[in-house]
């Protein structure tokens, strides 16, 4: 079965920090974008960053390039969103999403394309 599987979330204390991973199931990080998108409750999806298949990273929520930051390990076909300095607000389901582009390509879709493999998220909460 082909599927994205998140993991890393929990609850943390503001100013603390966490490291999300995503997992492909089924298919290469090699070929495909991956962009982080979260959803807090009651509010629609944002999408937050890219990372193409050549790692060019594309920031979707400039409020956040100064915190968040996204990487990939291809030996071990996962990608990783490291958050820093977590606030209240980014308490949200925060999930992966992968797009086809082929290897080496700077490409990252736009926030409103519809992404091939969406996971279903794990959940961050920031709470003294």
């Known amino acids: 079965?082909?599927?994205?599987?998140?993991?890393?979330?929990g609850l943390v204390q503001p100013g603390g920090s966490l490291r999300l991973s995503?997992?492909?199931?089924?298919?290469?990080?090699?070929?495909?974008?991956i962009d982080w998108f979260r959803q807090a409750a009651g509010e629609e999806r944002e999408e937050i960053l890219c990372i193409?298949?050549?790692?060019?990273?594309r920031y979707y929520a400039d409020s956040v390039k100064d915190r968040f930051?996204?990487?990939?390990?291809?030996?071990?076909?996962?990608a990783y969103l490291q958050i820093n300095n977590l606030k209240l607000e980014d308490t949200a389901v925060y999930g992966c999403a992968a797009s086809y582009s082929g290897s080496d390509s700077t490409w990252c879709p736009?926030?409103?394309?519809?992404?091939d493999y969406?996971?279903?998220?794990?959940?961050?909460?920031v709470s003294s």
């Not at 736009?110 to 992404?115: A, K, L, N, T």
């Open 22 to 33: 995503c997992a492909p199931v089924g298919f290469s990080l090699r070929y495909y974008a």
């Open 110 to 115: 736009p926030s409103e394309y519809d992404r």
């Open 52 to 57: 193409s298949t050549s790692d060019t990273v």
């Open 1 to 9: 079965q082909v599927q994205l599987v998140e993991s890393g979330g």
């Open 69 to 78: 930051t996204v990487s990939r390990d291809i030996a071990n076909n996962t």
């Open 118 to 125: 969406r996971g279903q998220g794990t959940q961050v909460t």
